[in-house]
């Protein structure tokens, strides 16, 4: 590796450190539980060190460039934003997974490392691996005790109203009824989900039953409202369905991101039997609202 190799080289890593300095040092400044804000601090400051000994390799190589890095600005308000919608653990164990990419990275230019600073890189390493993540299972925030209700109302909801959706397609045409049916069987199915968490959360003393019932109801009803929305706003009943199942999609895949991210859990095949459930769901109401429909006589029309 040539001279201009190793500067740019040392100003990307020096770089991206700083920039996560910067964004575990603005996290902590706004977290109110003293513990969480205690351990993106030493987030942060582990961070900075990190800074410091790729800024001390770049100035080696090129002291001018080593006075001009400056953090990612936009990252660092980005995750910022973020945090405030996805949670504080959300938003570090995401950026753990750039961590475990710069892991792999050290190791293929360990050799490229000047014999002087070695020991200091292993220790570097060492922090990437296994310091970091134990700073971040120190967290602590309400809304991840309570996202295995949040995601057991939008993955119920997103099953039966697309079934309901796809059963209607066999026996009316008119996207208005088949959106009311929906929001009205939802509504019903939300309040039944909610009274199910809330007797499930009298079990854990961990949990406050009203609270798993809301997150349980409240998420549930949201996906209602979205997977039926298509019906109220498009006449024609495929494009409607077809659109809505999108949406059921692509909340599927945003709450398995979600869970994969926090739980430290596979994405791909959570997603594809989510996704799957869904769709064979789909396929199933819609066979067998055909059968209603000729039972009874009922032809579909402005498809």
Do not use: C
Request: net charge negative; glycine share 6%; proline share 3%.
């Amino acid at each position: 590796m040539d001279t201009a190799d190793r500067t740019r080289l040392y100003r990307i890593n020096a770089t991206n450190e700083l920039t996560e300095h910067f964004t575990y040092a603005r996290l902590a400044r706004m977290e109110k539980n003293p513990g969480n804000r205690a351990a993106l601090a030493r987030l942060a400051e582990q961070e900075r060190t990190h800074y410091e000994f790729w800024k001390k390799l770049l100035a080696e190589t090129d002291p001018e460039e080593a006075t001009h890095i400056r953090p990612h600005r936009m990252t660092v308000w980005a995750m910022a934003t973020a945090r405030t919608v996805l949670g504080v653990t959300f938003i570090t164990k995401f950026l753990e997974i750039h961590e475990t990419d710069a892991v792999t990275r050290y190791e293929a230019i360990r050799a490229d490392i000047p014999a002087g600073h070695q020991a200091h890189f292993a220790e570097i390493i060492e922090d990437e691996k296994a310091h970091e993540h134990t700073f971040i299972s120190e967290l602590k925030e309400t809304r991840v005790d309570y996202l295995g209700f949040i995601v057991l109302g939008l993955a119920d909801a997103i099953v039966e109203i697309t079934g309901v959706h796809a059963g209607f397609l066999g026996v009316t045409g008119d996207t208005l009824i088949a959106g009311v049916a929906g929001v009205i069987v939802g509504f019903a199915a939300a309040i039944s989900m909610g009274s199910a968490a809330y007797l499930q959360a009298k079990e854990d003393p961990k949990k406050s039953p009203f609270v798993s019932a809301f997150a349980t109801g409240f998420s549930y009803f949201s996906s209602v409202i979205l997977l039926a929305l298509p019906y109220f706003l498009i006449r024609a009943m495929i494009p409607a369905f077809a659109i809505s199942t999108s949406v059921g999609i692509v909340l599927i895949a945003g709450f398995t991101f979600y869970g994969a991210v926090v739980f430290d859990r596979g994405f791909w095949r959570e997603f594809a039997e989510a996704a799957g459930l869904m769709l064979v769901t789909a396929a199933a109401t819609f066979i067998w609202g055909n059968i209603i429909g000729k039972i009874f006589k009922v032809q579909p029309t402005n498809f």
